[in-house]
């Protein structure tokens, strides 16, 4: 039936509606067209779009985000090689990714963390939605992707950027409730990239990865709460479609912090999502997971799990 791990499509089927198997197993078999983001602080969309026409590009422009372009594969190598994408005018972001930054929703001159930057793409999207005001402060660990992330950055020229090459875990230590907003799209298994015909892909697979992921992601999730302002946001995204990396991260950092967080509500502007769950192999989570949202993998977007918390009340006072 697959070449994908046998327990993972098993879960899978565990996870998603029976209305939506086949549309969501069906996008691993398929490769999916390029998706672009306008750098909106560069150029603006028409400019773009005439420089598509000349250049015979066939592109579908995204109805509820007019800076998203979907591009058909075998244009690929023409766009990334092309003047705009070279001098930063377009970026490539799958357009799942592209929610996160609409659901934090930065505000202009505002300070914004973004705790596992790399590649960057999402980073840049917050500086256009801020109109390049503010601060943004973009930490990376790992140093080829951070040296990755400000070589994109550059030719992206935001001036509201700052980057930093630290482990977000201990970041709370020092900047303690300080920013405004924080994105923390926490590194997963990145289940949501796998494709039947590509091994690499999914080969490190294994419910032990799962499990010393969601380790990681606890401490991630934890220093994000600290870092920011009672009365901030906190974005909380995977591109995994394992509980343990999604509710359950934010179930176990709920009954840490009972009276400090309350998950908002979700209005996406597509169909293709379903709630968060509120339980997962006997283990029951915080009703208000339902709050939250899985966006069901189709033939233009990938899986991914969002999820919007405020934080009512300090956290570092008593701790």
């Known amino acids: 039936m697959s070449d994908l791990p046998t327990e993972f499509v098993e879960r899978l089927k565990q996870i998603v509606p029976d209305s939506d198997w086949r549309q969501v197993y069906g996008s691993f078999q398929i490769q999916k067209p390029l998706v672009l983001r306008i750098n909106t602080l560069l150029t603006n969309t028409d400019n773009i779009l005439a420089a598509l026409c000349n250049a015979n590009i066939p592109y579908r422009q995204v109805a509820w985000k007019h800076d998203a372009l979907i591009i058909a594969p075998e244009y690929r190598s023409q766009i990334l090689n092309s003047e705009q994408y070279q001098q930063g005018l ?16 930065p505000q202009t001159g505002e300070e914004v963390l973004d705790m596992c930057a790399a590649p960057g ?44 090459m630290t482990d977000a875990v201990g970041l709370w230590r020092k900047t303690p409730e300080r920013f ?53 946001t906190l974005v909380y995204c995977t591109c995994s479609f394992a ?40 283990k029951h989570f915080h009703t208000t997971l339902q709050n939250s ?27």
Request: hydrophobic share 35%; aromatic share 8%; glycine share 4%.
């Open 90 to 105: 377009l970026y490539s972001q799958n357009l799942s990714s592209q929610l996160a930054p609409l659901v934090l929703n």
């Open 121 to 164: 793409g999402k980073t840049s999207q917050l500086a256009c939605l801020m109109q390049d005001t503010g601060r943004i402060a973009a930490v990376e660990k790992i140093k080829a992707r951070f040296f990755k992330m400000k070589a994109n950055l550059k030719t992206l020229q935001h001036h509201s950027i700052h980057t930093y």
């Open 180 to 232: 405004d907003r924080v994105l923390l799209d926490a590194p997963c298994s990145s289940e949501s990239r796998f494709q039947s015909n590509n091994p690499d892909s999914y080969s490190h697979w294994s419910l032990r990865k799962i499990k010393e992921t969601a380790r990681k992601q606890k401490k991630l999730i934890y220093s994000a709460v600290n870092c920011l302002k009672p009365g901030g």
């Open 243 to 282: 509980p343990e990396e999604n509710e359950a991260i934010v179930d176990h950092i709920l009954a840490t912090f009972p009276q400090q967080l309350t998950i908002e509500p979700l209005d996406l502007p597509i169909a293709n999502t379903q709630p968060g769950l509120t339980q997962w192999q006997g």
């Open 293 to 319: 949202l899985r966006v069901l993998p189709n033939e233009f977007m990938d899986g991914f799990y969002i999820c919007k918390l405020v934080k009512t009340a300090p956290t570092l006072a008593d701790r």
